[in-house]
């Protein structure tokens, strides 16, 4: 068969767009790209603000955590004796935002399971109105609720978790002090994601296939089994992404953590301990009182929050990318 | 009738695509199978329907079903699309209850007990009564050997040589042959087909005793129909099968007994039960004779 077979070049496929088509088309692509123009132009701004004290501060912009603006007798800031560091800020954050992950994201997976799988429908309803609700309250009220009323109960509870598992290092006690620590404002930013997680893993749950359902029950699968095999696994890349967006919630929350935590400026593994810190918290702290120079430190500082967040939901985004593909 | 046969193995498969089959083919198809039937009746009592009543909230769909499956035999239910059949083979299993406004009235006899008393164990009925469903549906997040074995993990049961079990049902749903060398790649990899005869594989692995198949091939190609058929048939000689089928030559190719199903804009209700090849040649019921002509449905 030595006969060559003449091949046709390949021809360009294209349609004629209606007008109508490109103007909606024109609509859509300018919707979708402002937010990404919005985030970028503050990232623009927070970093102009930012790069002066970033480059004064050096590397203890990020390691130290001493903050403290000397005016000199002129009224400008003493570059060389003000110290702007956001170490103990930022791990701070780190550890309220985990807490309140660890605490938030089991009680909301367990409340989408109850909602999707176990509820009768005119609870269900009462529920789900009720949790969006929540999502929709002032973060202010959840921090004088936490100071007023969640503070002195968690004190207790930090008590037994110091007296029986202090033998872990983080839950030990330098200094008997428990009022206003980071387990308590944990606590706070855990009711605070609540709705959010829900209501993102309740959505997944409820389009679990229901012919996978009915194949898990047909082999005579109990409800906890058919939950075990079908629903997580299929879930489990949307519960990921709901804690991520409720760990975004948590890294950035400042008026309920401001009233509930107590600022200081040292970084603290103790989550018991009443010392604690938080980037955003700063910010409104120290904003109000701020001259020119430091409300730059406290640009630089947002903007290393920023950069934090965006780590984390990359890293987030890497972890349902390789999480949901079994489920689906 | 015989110049028809495309496949020898089966040696009653009627050529596929023949819309406008007559009664007196049909009945030949269904004459020529080889049915086990009789022999087969001395086995045991198997499953049973009494006066089966269903209910979707205020809605009566089904009216007063009483029909007994031999073990051992295939029991095909035929009749025109809302007329009940589905909703009839689920309430074989207790799938019904599934759908929440469900309700139900009369008794569902296996081996004489039934199956909705009190204190019965739902999910144990369910692995006496498997069922296979209308579109493919194997666990994705699996692969073909765990998609096998998972009922096993659904239902916790244990069993001494698992590869020894996932042999045989693969066997025994034919799909052994294709799959055997990557039995660890996922069941979404399968065509249509195969996937359908895992769901059966897996249907099987728990052991059932009935298997009901809710038109098992309505969402396949004919290739792939025509080895389901083959697999239904080398399985009836372990498990009693119920099939629901809107394909009436598949019907005459695979079953035993034949059921007609109809509804008047009322309660689906059972019109005419008999062995297959007498449904198809001579229907005692003339509402049986026009549909299985082909005038209406």
């Known amino acids: ?328 | 009738m015989a110049d028809d046969i495309n496949n020898p193995d089966s040696g009653n498969t009627g050529k596929k695509n023949e819309e406008d089959m007559s009664t007196s083919s049909l009945a030949a198809v269904a004459a020529g199978r080889q049915s086990h039937a009789p022999a087969t009746q001395a086995l045991g009592v198997g499953l049973e329907a009494r006066g089966v009543h269903a209910w979707f909230g205020d809605k009566h769909v089904l009216n007063n079903i009483s029909l007994d499956f031999w073990p051992g035999t295939v029991t095909a239910l035929i009749g025109p699309s809302g007329c009940g059949k589905s909703t009839f083979i689920r309430t074989l299993n207790r799938m019904h209850e599934f759908i929440p406004t469900a309700a139900l009235a009369g008794e569902v006899l296996l081996n004489g007990e039934d199956v909705y008393a009190a204190g019965v164990d739902v999910t144990k009925i369910r692995l006496k009564v498997g069922m296979v469903f209308q579109k493919p549906n194997p666990f994705p997040s699996m692969t073909i050997a765990e998609n096998v074995l998972a009922g096993l993990k659904l239902a916790q049961l244990k069993v001494e040589n698992k590869d020894d079990l996932l042999e045989e049902c693969l066997e025994r749903a034919g799909l052994w042959k294709e799959v055997k060398d990557r039995l660890g790649t996922y069941g979404g990899s399968l065509s249509g087909g195969q996937q359908q005869r895992l769901c059966i594989a897996r249907s099987l692995a728990v052991r059932p005793q009935v298997l009901l198949m809710d038109e098992p091939c309505s969402a396949l190609d004919p290739g792939s129909t025509l080895k389901i058929e083959e697999t239904i048939q080398h399985l009836s000689s372990s498990v009693t099968v119920i099939i629901v089928t809107h394909n009436m030559q598949q019907a005459a190719r695979v079953s035993d007994y034949t059921a007609f199903f109809l509804s008047d804009g009322g309660p689906g209700e059972m019109v005419e039960v008999g062995p297959t090849s007498e449904i198809f040649s001579r229907p005692k019921d003339k509402r049986t004779e026009n549909y299985v002509t082909g005038r209406f449905g």
């Open chain 1, 1 to 328: 068969m030595s006969e060559t077979r003449v091949i046709p070049a390949k021809r360009e496929l294209t349609t004629k767009p209606r007008l109508s088509d490109k103007v909606f088309r024109g609509v859509v692509t300018s919707g979708g790209l402002s937010s990404l123009v919005i985030l970028g132009l503050i990232f623009v701004f927070l970093l102009s603000e930012g790069f002066q004290t970033i480059k004064s501060q050096g590397l203890y912009f990020l390691t130290g955590s001493q903050w403290n603006a000397v005016v000199t007798d002129a009224g400008t800031i003493d570059t060389k004796q003000s110290h702007f560091g956001i170490a103990a800020m930022l791990v701070g954050t780190l550890i309220c935002a985990s807490i309140a992950v660890i605490i938030g994201v089991p009680i909301s997976v367990l409340s989408a399971i109850f909602l999707t799988f176990y509820a009768p429908a005119s609870i269900k309803k009462l529920m789900i109105t009720i949790i969006d609700l929540m999502a929709a309250f002032p973060s202010i009220l959840f921090g004088l609720w936490g100071f007023f009323v969640l503070g002195p109960s968690a004190e207790y509870w930090a008590k037994l978790i110091h007296k029986y598992l202090g033998f872990i290092p983080i839950f030990q006690m330098p200094a008997d002090f428990y009022t206003r620590s980071p387990f308590v404002a944990g606590i706070v930013l855990a009711i605070m994601i609540i709705p959010i997680v829900t209501s993102i893993s309740r959505e997944i749950f409820s389009q679990t296939p229901l012919d996978r359902i009915q194949a898990a029950y047909a082999l005579g699968a109990t409800r906890w089994a058919m939950l075990k095999t079908v629903a997580f696994p299929y879930a489990r890349g949307g519960i990921v992404g709901g804690t991520m967006l409720g760990l975004g919630r948590a890294m950035g929350e400042t008026v309920a953590v401001y009233t509930v935590l107590n600022i200081v400026y040292q970084i603290n593994w103790h989550v018991l301990l009443g010392a604690g810190g938080n980037v955003a918290s700063l910010i409104l702290l120290k904003f109000g009182e701020a001259g020119p120079a430091e409300v730059k430190a406290l640009m630089a500082a947002g903007l290393a929050l920023f950069i934090l967040t965006l780590i984390v939901n990359s890293a987030a985004d890497a972890i349902v990318n390789r999480t949901s593909k079994g489920g689906r």
